[in-house]
């Protein structure tokens, strides 16, 4: 078993920045870490994600040039950066894990190991 724990949400104003972590602990192999969130009334959409075997990265369109996706190779910890925040980035962002293969999954269907989500609000 794996466990995700998301943290760094909170609020902040349109322009500024927040760094979310997602921690694991147990079995933490994986192939692929990638960040989702929701928003009230709309369906999980991909946002970032990261290939542990050389941390490439990979992007939504929509979050190129303003998040970034890193990691902690000690501490198996994956960060995401989100700089020039917008009202719409406001949701609930999560972290999930590919345990093995993938080819730059971007659907929520792809990911097995969720967190419990950490709270972004972008006031305007």
């Known amino acids: 078993q794996v466990q995700l724990l998301e943290s760094g949400g909170g609020l902040v104003q349109a322009g500024g920045s927040l760094r979310l972590s997602c921690a694991a602990s147990?079995?933490?192999?994986?192939?692929?870490t990638g960040w989702f969130r929701q928003a009230p009334g709309k369906e999980r959409e991909f946002v970032a994600g990261?290939?542990?075997?050389?941390?490439?990265?990979y992007y939504a369109d929509s979050m190129k040039g303003r998040f970034t996706v890193s990691r902690d190779n000690a501490s198996t910890t994956v960060y995401l950066q989100m700089d020039s925040l917008k009202p719409e980035d406001t949701a609930v962002y999560y972290c999930a894990l590919r345990r093995f293969g993938g080819n730059w999954p971007r659907s929520a269907t792809e990911f097995g190991a969720w967190g419990q989500g950490t709270q972004v609000t972008v006031s305007s």
């Open positions: 990261i290939r542990w075997s050389d941390g490439g990265s």
């Open positions: 147990g079995r933490t192999f994986s192939t692929y």
